[in-house]
């Protein structure tokens, strides 16, 4: 069920430029404040000095581009959890968590949000890459069991994915096949042509000159070269191996 929920909104207008600049104006003993109290032995005292300075600017900012919006809740739905059966609700709520804490990373870069986002992000691989090793070995479960099932059972389990059936009439389905056949090119080959049209093909004893001439050495040796080794025997039990070496030799 969807809910209407609210949202802070930020958008520029060059129409308020003139009065975001006297707000700025106006803020300068406060910056002037940040800047000079600033700790610069350490990391978080400089993360401290940003933080503040970027909250002077912000708190000026909100009143002249900040609106409230409603918007509608819809469920998270990507593209992993259209196509993948083992996205469940525990995903759902680990991705979420991941994309907050990435846009709260975006809207500011501190040691404190960059930690958020990696806790999330690898909370977030650990657990789809779990439910998913858990989906497949519970599927190689139940194909396993299905050995000793019946046929029917088989044919249902196989057959649970239902898949979108086409609107096609049989008519258009037939029309389409057909008009295939006439738009293939027609290609004219004169030899094949003419062996069609001069060679018997009612002859009972059809005899091909080529495959009467006797076998040459050249050809057997030909052959043997190409012979694959390490290979298993066949009826004659002569492994390629024999025939390569002695031919060789």
Not at 32 to 39: C, G, Y
Not at 52 to 75: E, H, Q, R
Not at 119 to 138: C, E, M, S
Not at 213 to 232: D, S, Y
Request: proline share 2%.
């Amino acid at each position: 069920m969807n809910k209407r929920c609210t949202k802070k909104s930020v958008r520029w207008n060059d129409d308020l430029k003139t009065e975001f600049r006297r707000q700025i104006i106006g803020q300068l003993p406060s910056f002037n404040h940040i800047v000079d109290n600033v700790d610069m032995t350490c990391k978080q005292g400089i993360n401290d000095c940003i933080r503040s300075f970027t909250d002077t600017i912000v708190k000026g900012a909100n009143p002249l581009f900040c609106k409230t919006v409603s918007y509608t809740d819809k469920p998270f739905v990507n593209s992993l959890s259209k196509k993948s059966e083992w996205f469940d609700e525990d995903c759902y709520l680990a991705k979420k968590a991941y994309t907050d804490a990435f846009t709260n990373y975006n809207r500011c870069n501190g040691n404190d949000n960059r930690n958020n986002l990696c806790h999330a992000k690898t909370a977030y691989k650990r657990l789809i890459k779990r439910k998913n090793r858990q989906f497949d070995v519970k599927r190689v479960k139940d194909i396993e069991r299905l050995r000793h099932r019946s046929p029917r059972e088989i044919w249902k389990y196989f057959s649970k994915k239902q898949y979108a059936r086409n609107n096609i009439s049989a008519e258009d389905f037939n029309d389409y096949f057909s008009q295939l056949f006439n738009e293939m090119p027609n290609v004219y080959n004169d030899k094949a042509e003419h062996f069609c049209n001069e060679h018997d093909f009612n002859v009972d004893d059809c005899i091909f000159g080529e495959l009467d001439k006797p076998i040459t050495v050249k050809e057997i040796e030909c052959v043997i070269n190409k012979l694959k080794t390490n290979k298993a025997f066949g009826g004659d039990s002569l492994i390629n191996d024999f025939l390569f070496l002695q031919w060789i030799f």
